[in-house]
Each structure stands twice: as structure tokens, then as C-alpha cells.
């Protein structure tokens, strides 16, 4: 479910998305529960997920320095397939295996990107000391792409 929140003009102010699964969760007898437990009589079914269509996301890094000298990678990722790319999270690095740069400051993450469509996050790196190099995304039907950073 892709819920948007539009301002007066019809721009979206805010979006989310929420996977439904064909199973509620049943949280049982609530005589059944105790302090601190909680005995769930069934989950909800999630593994539809798993057998997503595998989607290749077009990944993208460019990086823009203010006077401050504040650093912000804008890391665009592209969706040209008919296939949703679900729970994609971009990591900014200072090496092409490296670890993530913290703390770090992104506007959005673990985001849904929908079929021929384009979503941009940006991070602010906090020191302008740290030299952020490459962008790795990773998704739940994607697989890991990491790209340089350009200028």
C-alpha cells in the first residue's frame, strides 16, 4: 500500500509504503498474556516478500560542498524496470568495501522505488575532514551496487 500525503498544490509532502500480508496476526486470549509476555497465537505471513522479482536499480552519486564547507552526496536511484525495488538503503563510504561513514545525515533511506520512477536521498557528511568516496545500496530484491562519487 503506497500512501501519500499531498499538499494544496498536489505536491507530496510525505510518502509511505506498507506491505499487507495475506495472514493478520492474532495476538490470542489476552488472559494468556503476563507482565512483560506476550503470547502471540499466530504471525502474520511475510514470506511473499521472498520471492519478489529481482530488480536492477540505477544507482547514482554526486557530491556538492557549500561555503562551509559542508559536504552533501545526492544519491538518485533509478527504477527502469516494471518491478517494484523494495527497502533500499544507500551507505555512504569512504572506500569501495569500507564501512559506513557515522554519523552521517541522510534526508530519506529504506526507501521504495516504483517502476519508472526516480528517488533522490542526500547526505550530509559532518566533517568536512572525511572524505566520502563511494555510495553502496542495497535493497531486498536488488543486488548491492556500490558507485563512485562525482563531483
Known sequence: VRCELLGSAGNVLSENVYWQSQRNDDVGDPAGDFAFQSNQASWADMTA???MTRVPLDV???RSTDGAGQNTVNVRLHNATKQVAFF???EVTTDHDGDEILPIEYSDNYVTV???ETVDLDAVVPSPL???NWVRVTG???SAVTVPITS
Do not use: D, K
Open 49 to 51: 516478500l521472498n520471492y
Open 60 to 62: 547514482t552519486a554526486t
Open 88 to 90: 533500499e538503503r544507500a
Open 114 to 116: 516504483f517502476p519508472g
Open 130 to 132: 572525511v572524505t566520502a
Open 140 to 142: 531486498y530484491n536488488t
